[in-house]
């Protein structure tokens, strides 16, 4: 994407134009909707990137405010409920800023990572939320395609497997495709426990660096890679002990957003069901000011 | 509303199903998009609702944290950024939950007010937020159509106004439509600064009650209410003294989604431009546990 | 203390009048001091009752702050550094309020569990602080005694083994002293990890309920109860599954305060060298309005 | 205090040895303590530097939470209510680490003030709060001295006027005295309002900037200054422009520490009755790693 401009900060989203949004809209045809985010503040924990922390989501006031005499309805009788958060900007289903991760002091688009300092001067996750990401998508099914409910702990997942998933599934990857995919790894969190989620060494499952796989990935040029995933990609490279590197190959150098942590099982049985997994997929984060990320709850159209 | 059922929490939501999905997007003509959130975080500062305070984002790392020695890069070199707010849950662009204003002891749907306590058991945001609300919406540009950049403090939009409104921009306001006004009014924020926005007394211009504006939001089944404003109606009715009286008659009453704090600057410019005021909204907020309200960026596609 | 008066919220620390400050004064020696709490925010982490999380510490500005323009320097050339933190009010070394904890919805002095909604109305930690808890204090170091580093998971100590080692350390125990106990169980925590500390079950090591223990508690008028653990008693009473009845026994009924989650190493090495076990002890924690309790950094002078 | 060792970070606390705590104590009369920190989280406001914000106090359970079924007793019936707070570390009275400000990118002792990115590894608050501040202190009441309830916006005071001001007070500053100065300006907040305290231009009173000033601190070796003032200092200088010049004067250069937002009226009170203005002060502010600053309620028993 070097044909960019030396200020471009969307990086694959530049992809994503009228014309892409016709595309994705043209996909459309139960008229069904998805939100794609996971619960915020749930019982049962926020899955979070160790070190991160969950939402902490609080009442402001309630009706025991209004129960013990510490506040007066409004003038008519109005009374109201009010609450606040404490969260991770990366700690649910997030957009992150292309400058989130970086390597050699150069975030993407050869951006000083000193504009890092106090907040993302560029390449922050603001310039994608205000453009938002809307066009065609595609979900690759791993889980399914490989007859389990979910990826182990660690599992690869090659560019060979990406292409094998489509062409089983009957789906067709086309330039400038929005790309999901699914490992059902996320549900370990919601249905085994956070023991189990994290249980150490704590190695997602997900996709492998390779080079063909950037370069189909450059090829394509895909705009956005979403998963059921903490990170979008296996945790650490197996073969070099390298640690998130498609952070590197494909966010830092090809602009590629990543949407992760996504909740993808209710959208997955929907195209087992009609067989279709393409869509129009729609996503707008929060505008952060110099945000390293954003949540988002991204809505699907099928 | 009163078919909808003991256990509804999704009210106006209800109407917009997959036809009215299918309406929406087949008036999209241009493939524009719109994100309709402010910003969070902003220098300018967050306009929230007196009482409230605004966000506080903070980062957790930057290359400072590298810099200095107190973390190490991973292996292979990857560094990254990564940052933490504080917020209120209605502290930026928002939808309210039904259940997040109430009188007589009585929520949305008949809900009781103590399921209020510790957090919204009933009508909280979150049905909205898997629901999502996606159709076809109409911008009422009430600034423009007075000849105005904004309306003054405390100014009032009838129903008549609304409808004259309508009719001089060549609007027709159809069964399910959504509402979205204009008032210009959040931009006194951003470019008159806080002191002013806040004068005291505080009272943003909207809607005011009557019993026709009702019964029309009733007939027409309006599913969703945006404005520009904090409270998506004048703050206090100037008949009667009234805090809010359309947080009562239209939301905890006919179950009317409100979606406040909207920027509608860039969308009423366009719509000024080829003279259509009608497209497709899609809009879901972070779906927060219990959660009173939660913020969203709507998107809007023409 | 049933002749305190129905609006009493200072409990035990009504015996700590001018007089009994007098007597703590008169014990000190060396005029060494010591600060009683943990650290915030450590690298090793916060020990916290299951349920409540670490404290979270950022930066607001720093260094970088200038480096990367976002601030520019005082008049004058001032640069500051800045930081803010999230955390449990609990969440570390801290007072309880009287109103803390409660059964059968009465809190210490009879107040209605009602006045805790949104808030503690009535014995919260805020009168604790106003009024400092300053006199006279004994150590009763359990662990030394029974000749461990530290006191395992569940251990229990009961009034025999105060007295007899008060007795064994030549401490003698007065009316209206305050009363320290050390586990040893703190530094579990942070010499063997968070993993080690909340092995399941948790079960912290401490006093155990006996009528023997509360009626000494009454007939000696101790002030205040701090210990090196969370909650300063055995977290499940093994006699019959009660949880924490020391809470109700002697806070709720007697109005002992609690000071917990003290760090008595440094300390207690110091009476161990000395042979003296007895000395000054001042605190005031922050005056949290209605808060449940409130961090402290207590003073020992020896 | 060029002496005390390349790696000091205690600066003026190091004054304060056993033999200054013992010349405090040897100062006690009546026994009488006070407790000189502000409210937090007070419906009146919590007072801070322009830029900071209150802190939010907020209940993560209360009985409410055991009503609305969202929480059940613990075994054995007990029932607790619980909070949290997010807040500026130093957005209530407070201790500054040394290494607070600075400027010339040097820190006090010459520490780097790249050494403040994410968190100060040098000159913390952390150090103080381990050792504690104990020793023999004076109050300067200067409102009184000058026959006011409180000092007016930007009214200055200096080394003149202490000196005449102890000097009518009977109170005979001596060596290593901790120095604490009552303006009155902080009741403009609480008896005032916020308006009133924040009408721009914020310039509080306090002590002005001068040579004699400064050489009489050093020469004195005072080792800590309160007061009722947010930045203990006037907070522009008229002379010349500069604002908080005893920032880098004192603090910075000298390593006196400041001790800012007392609340120091009942104190006040007290001494004008007894005529008595010296008394034993301790304080010792929260453990916070790497912090800027950190809350205290300090201690005086007179």
Same mark, same amino acid.
């Given at each position: 994407?070097?044909?960019?401009?030396?200020?471009?900060?969307?990086?694959?989203?530049?992809?994503?134009?009228?014309?892409?949004?016709?595309?994705?809209?043209?996909?459309?045809?139960?008229?069904?909707?998805?939100?794609?985010?996971?619960?915020?503040?749930?019982?049962?924990?926020?899955?979070?990137?160790?070190?991160?922390?969950?939402?902490?989501?609080?009442?402001?006031?309630?009706?025991?405010?209004?129960?013990?005499?510490?506040?007066?309805?409004?003038?008519?009788?109005?009374?109201?409920?009010?609450?606040?958060?404490?969260?991770?900007?990366?700690?649910? *289903?997030?957009?992150?800023?292309?400058?989130? %991760?970086?390597?050699?002091?150069?975030?993407?688009?050869?951006?000083?990572?000193? *504009?890092?300092?106090?907040?993302?001067?560029?390449?922050?996750?603001?310039?994608?939320?205000?453009? %938002?990401?809307?066009?065609?998508?595609?979900?690759?099914?791993?889980?399914?395609?490989?007859?389990?409910?979910?990826?182990?702990?660690?599992?690869? $997942? %090659?560019?060979?497997?990406?292409?094998?998933?489509?062409?089983?599934?009957?789906?067709?990857?086309?330039?400038?495709?929005?790309?999901?995919?699914? %490992?059902?790894?996320?549900?370990?969190?919601?249905?085994?426990?956070?023991?189990?989620?994290?249980?150490?060494?704590?190695?997602?499952?997900?996709?492998?660096?390779?080079?063909?796989?950037?370069?189909?990935?450059?090829?394509?040029?895909?705009?956005?890679?979403?998963?059921?995933?903490?990170?979008?990609?296996?945790?650490?490279?197996?073969?070099?002990?390298?640690?998130?590197?498609?952070?590197?190959?494909?966010?830092?150098?090809?602009?590629?957003?990543?949407?992760?942590?996504?909740?993808?099982?209710?959208?997955?049985?929907?195209?087992?069901?009609?067989?279709?997994?393409?869509?129009?997929? *729609?996503?707008?984060?929060?505008?952060?000011?110099?945000?390293?990320?954003?949540?988002?709850?991204? $809505?699907? $159209?099928?």
């Amino acid at each position: 994407m070097g044909s960019l401009g030396k200020d471009d900060e969307l990086g694959g989203l530049n992809f994503l134009d009228a014309e892409e949004v016709a595309r994705g809209l043209a996909s459309i045809r139960s008229h069904k909707t998805f939100a794609l985010s996971v619960v915020i503040g749930s019982p049962k924990g926020d899955p979070v990137w160790p070190g991160r922390s969950g939402a902490v989501k609080l009442m402001t006031q309630d009706k025991g405010s209004y129960m013990s005499g510490k506040l007066q309805p409004l003038a008519g009788g109005l009374e109201y409920a009010d609450d606040y958060v404490t969260m991770f900007l990366q700690g649910s *289903t997030q957009f992150d800023g292309l400058g989130h %991760t970086w390597y050699d002091d150069k975030l993407y688009n050869g951006f000083d990572a000193h *504009t890092t300092l106090a907040g993302l001067e560029k390449a922050s996750v603001l310039p994608l939320a205000e453009h %938002t990401a809307s066009g065609h998508a595609v979900l690759l099914d791993i889980a399914r395609y490989r007859g389990k409910e979910r990826l182990q702990k660690g599992e690869l $997942i %090659t560019l060979r497997d990406l292409l094998d998933c489509a062409a089983k599934q009957g789906t067709k990857i086309q330039k400038h495709d929005i790309l999901l995919i699914r %490992t059902g790894w996320l549900s370990t969190f919601y249905e085994e426990g956070p023991a189990k989620f994290y249980d150490p060494p704590f190695i997602e499952p997900g996709l492998v660096y390779s080079r063909e796989l950037v370069e189909w990935f450059h090829d394509t040029e895909i705009p956005l890679l979403g998963t059921d995933t903490i990170a979008n990609e296996v945790t650490v490279d197996p073969n070099n002990g390298i640690v998130l590197p498609l952070h590197s190959a494909l966010m830092r150098n090809l602009g590629v957003v990543f949407n992760e942590i996504l909740m993808l099982e209710d959208l997955a049985k929907d195209c087992a069901k009609d067989g279709r997994y393409d869509f129009f997929y *729609t996503a707008a984060p929060l505008k952060i000011f110099r945000g390293t990320g954003a949540p988002v709850n991204p $809505i699907v $159209i099928k």
